[in-house]
């Protein structure tokens, strides 16, 4: 999940400096209730990055409960800054924003596990650019073996 809410983070921050959870949320919805929110504030609390949680200022976040019940959340501010996250590289980054969402969701739940010897969602991935296509690198939602896929840049 981490690498998932790190891509989220870039993607956000692809024509901007800085977002907050708050607006992050807004554009990526809380799709795993509070563990993920608690996930995110982990990652803004990482060693040797810029983010800031600014206990003076605090912010609610929406989230959503296992029962589809929306629930709100306050804690601390908590700012993203760009160059902090990396689960992709610049020039995978690029060529990821330029396809649709709709499109990337399609390629994630598209990835062959040998493992399982069927088609699963990649997750937990990472990206970059290797000679031309995009790569990206992560686990079978299912087994949890190496998976990956290749996608072509047009």
């Given amino acids: ?3 998932n809410l ?11 400096e800085q977002i907050s959870l708050s607006e992050l ?13 608690f996930e995110y504030i982990n990652i803004a609390n ?22 589809g019940k929306q629930k709100t ?11 902090e996250t990396s689960a992709f590289t610049p020039e995978a980054l690029e060529v990821w924003k330029k396809i649709s969402e709709t499109h990337q969701k399609k390629l994630l739940k598209n990835v062959w596990c040998s493992n399982c010897a069927d ?18 690198n992560g686990f079978c939602e299912k087994c949890g073996h190496n998976v990956a896929r290749v996608i072509e840049n047009k």
């Fill in 73 to 83: 959340w306050s804690g601390p501010q908590i700012i993203f800054n760009k160059g």
């Fill in 25 to 37: 949320v807004r554009i990526y919805p809380i799709a795993n209730g509070i563990r993920e929110v």
């Fill in 1 to 3: 999940m981490k690498k």
């Fill in 46 to 67: 990482e060693k040797n990055n810029k983010h800031i949680v600014n206990e003076n200022i605090t912010e609610e976040v929406c989230v959503k409960t296992s029962d």
């Fill in 119 to 136: 088609s699963t969602t990649i997750v937990d991935y990472t990206g970059n650019v290797q000679q031309g296509p995009l790569i990206l």
């Fill in 6 to 16: 790190k891509m989220n983070i870039d993607l956000a921050l692809f024509d901007k």
